[in-house]
C-alpha cells in the first residue's frame, strides 16, 4: 500500500518508530521531493485518521513497524493517497493486503451486503473477519458510522 510506504520513508531513515512533526514533513517534502509542505502535513492527518501514526506534542509515532515496510526503487507515492478513504475502502484494502482477489472480496461483500441487508461497511467488515483478517479498530468506525 503506497500509504504506509510513504508513511514509512521517513522513520526508515532514521531508524526508529519516533520521528519530529516537522522532521517528518522536511523529509517527506525537501529531502525525498514527494509533496510540498503542507501536503505532507495532509500526509500525516490522512494517516493518522487511518490508525498509521500517532500525534503527541509535535512527535509522531508509527503504529506500525516501518523496518519491515520495503520501499521499492523509484518508488514515488501518487498524489491519491492524500485523500481519507472511506471505512468501506480501508477494510478492502486490509482484505486485499491479506492476499485476497480485490474483484472476488468486492463480489463477496456484496453477496453479504444484498443476502444480510446491511450497509457495505458491516458486510466488508463481516467478510474480513470470516477470513481472519483483523479489522476491529475499522469495525468500530463502521459502527459509530450507523
Do not use: C
Request: proline share 3%; no cysteine; charged share 30%.
Amino acid at each position: 500500500m503506497s500509504l504506509r510506504t510513504a508513511v514509512a520513508a521517513p522513520f526508515r531513515e532514521e531508524g526508529g518508530t519516533e520521528l519530529g512533526e516537522s522532521a517528518f514533513v522536511v523529509a517527506l517534502s525537501l529531502d525525498r521531493d514527494w509533496f510540498s509542505p503542507d501536503q505532507a502535513k495532509r500526509l500525516v492527518d490522512v494517516a493518522a485518521s487511518e490508525g498509521l501514526l500517532e500525534r503527541a506534542d509535535g512527535t509522531l509515532t508509527a503504529r506500525f513497524d516501518p523496518q519491515t515496510v520495503e520501499i521499492p526503487e523509484g518508488f514515488e507515492p501518487d498524489e491519491s493517497i492524500l485523500m481519507e478513504r472511506s471505512t468501506f475502502e480501508r477494510v478492502l484494502g486490509a482484505v486485499v493486503e491479506s492476499g485476497e482477489e480485490k474483484q472476488t472480496a468486492v463480489a463477496g461483500i456484496n453477496g453479504l451486503q444484498s443476502e444480510l441487508a446491511v450497509t457495505v461497511e458491516a458486510a466488508a467488515v463481516l467478510y474480513a473477519h470470516r477470513r481472519g483478517v483483523d479489522v476491529q479498530e475499522l469495525a468500530n468506525a463502521a459502527r459509530r458510522e450507523l
